[in-house]
């Protein structure tokens, strides 16, 4: 049978190649004018909770811990105020500068991130999801998970577009596997019908959601107490990510004004300040819209981040920032911020452009 690579370790490969044959520290001494936006969810003790199946959220707080000692010894390090005000004013970017950013609000941001970045002095923002915060909402993806971790049943039917499949669910890596398989496909529905589905799934696999206090530890929100410590340190920017989560793009004009307007004005109450960034949730080309952007404009936000992956330059759209995933070990954060993936396409795009223009 030939061996295949998962995509994470092919990712560690690229990385550990580019590092290895100076790839990355050309692209860092060329890369002038720009910065890298990092995406971070939650972090985790050791490998995790065998309570919870997608640990693509919770980095290992080990790691993220190197990630930050070599930022903070090799890189600027900035916040996202800053990075906002450099293209504001045109007044140019450090080079090499990174910013660090956290999606959702979890409550490990503040007992395992928040120390580390106190440590080494690093800015940072969270995003947080306000109903996510405020304990009213629970963020659907962790049902999902919970409920294909939890359900005492050996499989689930499910229509696909391709057809009908049954997810077997009796070993942990089939429930795992069944719950990256459905998520995708759960994506695409309209927001109208999307949380009655939810509903629906979890009354398939004959489980309930957990209320917020029972929740195991890596997938509880901060409390605005934490989040509050967080701001008044002056590390810590807190940003929106709409009130219950949902992908904006499969939203009505009404439920994205809602979402945008009832998170922002949450913060407010809370913090005593409004927020003046915005993260789409997922964040891919298709998962937000012109109206998304122009309802954050109108609701007073300055600055948004995507999740397309590119680096961050003074002619970047404020309401539209690239932004980075999350690295799996320092070589591959090194490989990002130094711009060598970046650097590594663009030379493929050159050369594809110097075969075609040979061909023609």
């Known amino acids: 049978m030939k061996a295949t690579l998962s995509p994470s370790s092919r990712q560690k490969f690229k990385a550990a190649a580019l590092i290895g044959s100076g790839i990355s520290s050309l692209a860092k001494r060329r890369s002038g004018q720009e910065a890298s936006i990092m995406t971070f969810h939650g972090l985790c003790d050791g490998m995790g909770d065998e309570k919870v199946l997608d640990w693509s959220l919770h980095l290992p707080v080990e790691i993220f811990r190197r990630v930050c000692a070599f930022l ?3 890189y600027h390090v900035i916040s996202m105020h800053n990075l906002v005000s450099a293209i504001e004013k045109g007044d140019g970017l450090e080079p090499n500068s990174v910013l660090l950013t956290f999606d959702d609000g979890y409550a490990s941001n503040y007992h395992l991130a928040f120390p580390i970045l106190k440590e080494f002095n690093l800015p940072a923002t969270v995003f947080a999801t306000t109903g996510f915060l405020d304990g009213t909402e629970r963020l659907w993806f962790q049902r999902m998970d919970l409920a294909f971790g939890t359900t005492a049943l050996p499989h689930l039917d499910w229509d696909f577009e391709h057809g009908k499949e049954r997810l077997q669910l009796t070993t942990r890596a089939q429930r795992q596997e069944a719950l990256l398989k459905l998520l995708p496909d759960l994506k695409r529905m309209p927001d109208e019908d999307f949380l009655s589905e939810i509903g629906r799934i979890e009354r398939l696999l004959d489980v309930s959601p957990l209320p917020p206090d029972q929740l195991p530890a890596p997938m509880r929100a901060l409390t605005w107490d934490q989040a509050r410590e967080m701001k008044t340190s002056g590390l810590v920017e807190i940003g929106a990510h709409t009130h219950t989560h949902p992908i904006l793009a499969r939203c009505s004009a009404t439920a994205i004004e809602a979402e945008i307007i009832t998170c922002r004005d949450r913060i407010t109450a809370e913090l005593g300040e409004a927020p003046f960034v915005f993260a789409y949730p997922n964040g891919g080309p298709g998962d937000y819209t012109k109206e998304c952007v122009t309802g954050l404009k109108d609701a007073g936000f300055t600055a948004a981040c995507s999740m397309i992956n590119s680096r961050v330059t003074l002619e970047s759209s404020l309401l539209e920032l690239p932004r980075y995933g999350t690295p799996e070990s320092v070589w591959e954060a ?27």
């Open 72 to 74: 903070a010894s090799n």
């Open 334 to 360: 090194e490989a990002t911020v130094s711009g060598a993936f970046e650097a590594v396409k663009a030379w493929r795009r050159s050369a594809s452009n110097t075969f075609m223009s040979f061909l023609s």
